[in-house]
């Protein structure tokens, strides 16, 4: 999937305000970064500006605020309004907060989060796409560009579609969907989020019992993922973190399913040298001293209190470390390869 990021486009849509961000884990969060008067902070998913406002309020700081969507950057000049050149507003991908931070003049931060995922903000605009519980085109790009969900929906081979809904939606019945979509869309055009959302629930069915998952759900979470390339840019907005921060500096990164949380775990496992080697009968190898040590080694969960009050937090897991003098590792790309073809699990 190609990487469409930073074309701003000339719609001026701001987000609704009938309901507020609640961003998850912030106490957690906020107490991860640590901000200290004078320090420099990336705010690397900036959205409703929820973690920015904490952090610009816990101390006297500054923080690159980064989204690819720039309704976000939009709304959040207001925010910006209030707290003066200690807010930089910044319109890209957090893949490239270091040429973003360098734009500004920072070489080196004292921290960086990452809020994974969909915004509620994206969720309740209709025409945005996101949803399948309300009625909108079937768009689904955070940057507001490129190839959109329909665009795949029409016009990728089943194929490729089944395995997209397999690995990114870790949906068991892909090639039964993908095949539905395919009967219909040699009639019509599929272009609706309800229209993708019958489909889906058409063909496999209503949740049994007390199961409350939309059978719609894994689905657009693949098409998001895929559309967004939203796994590439979490392995490359960790991989610039690491680069970015300084000695002692923080990283929190707040994921919300597995497939986030694999990524963020086994990167942190091996810049903290928790991976080790392979298996003890493989022979000693020198590994790289170790560029973080881990805040969370198990990754902390929200409180049943928060999530009471913010449902989305259930499935939230933040995973923090701290930066050391070490060199940066060079990326290896097969710590984050895709299942072969044979091993997706995909069933009829």
Known sequence: MARVCSDKTTDDRSYPETRPHIPVLLNEVIEALSPQDGEIFIDGTFGAGGYTRALLEAADCAVIAIDRDPDAIEAG?????????????????????QELAQAHGFQKVDGVTL??????????????????????????????????????????????????????????????????IGRVRRDMEISRTLELADIVSQTIGQPAGLQKIHPATRTFQALRIYVNDELGELVRGLAAAENILGDGGRLAVVTFHSLEDRIAKKFLAHRTGRAGRPSRHMPEMHLPAPSFTELTRKGTKATEDEISHNPRSRSARLRAARRTGAPAFALDDVLFKAPADDSSGVRA
């Open 115 to 180: 809020d994974l995922g969909v915004s509620s903000m994206q969720l309740d605009q209709s025409e945005r796409g996101f949803s399948f519980n309300n009625d909108g085109p079937l768009d689904m790009r955070m940057g507001q560009v490129g190839p959109s969900a329909a665009d795949i929906v029409n016009t990728i081979d089943e194929k490729l579609l089944a395995r997209i809904i397999a690995l990114y939606g870790e949906e068991r019945k892909a090639r039964a969907i993908a095949r539905a």
């Open 77 to 97: 000049r207001n925010l910006q309004a209030q707290f003066g050149d200690r807010l930089k507003l910044s319109h890209g991908c957090y893949g490239d907060m």
